[in-house]
């Protein structure tokens, strides 16, 4: 399986003027400048997808993309799946006021979103334990339902040593090692969201 098409659909502001809740749907979060657009850009073999801003926090909307996949099924050639780039998280320079609805459109669209099946939490691999990270992991563990699944990948491991990747790899067992710079870890990651959107059907 793989994806064969990726178009953006619309950006909302929070779940009040987000899309009808019509398709499967797989939220990237993480904090700002992790490279949550480099990733969606290469995940989907499309360079302008996902825009990406030199200024970490600027982009304050939830970006929703549609997601076209071939199989190798004749009965079903192709199965469809939302992904949605969520607003970078923990960045100080915004004012205070705009954070606080923010996080609360942020919050309201993890919690409340009915087809929300994935969460992908991206973590850089040069700092895996900032305390950001660990509450937001421990939040999505709060309010994920038993249909949801979080996988947690880690991005730019082009910047670490193979001994401390290692590490790493042996820290999180069942996490995806992504670099955007060499495409590594993409068809780990699409496999990993394709398996619990599809299950059997992977073909």
């Known amino acids: 399986m793989k994806i064969v098409e990726a178009s953006f659909l619309t950006s909302a502001q929070s779940i009040n003027d987000s899309p009808s809740p019509d ?9 700002s400048n992790v490279g949550k657009s480099s990733l969606l850009n290469t995940l989907t073999n499309r360079k302008g997808l996902a825009k990406s801003s030199s ?6 909307l939830i970006n929703y993309f549609d ?3 071939k199989t190798k099924s004749e009965e079903l050639p192709y199965l469809f799946a939302r992904f949605v780039d969520l607003p970078g998280f923990g960045y100080a320079k915004v004012s205070k006021g705009l954070k606080k ?13 009915p087809c929300l099946q994935v969460f992908v939490h991206l973590l850089d691999a040069r700092h895996p334990h900032l305390e950001i ?13 038993g249909d949801q699944k979080i996988i947690h ?3 730019k491991i082009d910047k670490l040593k ?3 990747l290692a590490k790493l790899k042996r820290a999180y067992p069942e996490g995806i090692f992504i670099s955007n710079l060499k495409k590594r870890g993409m068809i780990d990651l699409q496999n990993a969201i394709t398996e619990h959107l599809f299950g059997n059907q992977i073909f």
């Open 23 to 31: 398709m499967a749907e797989v939220a990237f979060l993480g904090r």
């Open 55 to 60: 200024t970490p926090g600027k982009t304050q």
């Open 67 to 69: 997601i076209k996949f």
């Open 101 to 113: 609805d923010w996080n609360k459109n942020l919050t309201g669209y993890l919690e409340q979103r």
């Open 133 to 145: 990270d660990k509450n937001v992991d421990e939040f999505l563990e709060v309010i994920k339902r």
């Open 153 to 155: 990948a880690f991005t």
């Open 162 to 164: 193979q001994n401390d």
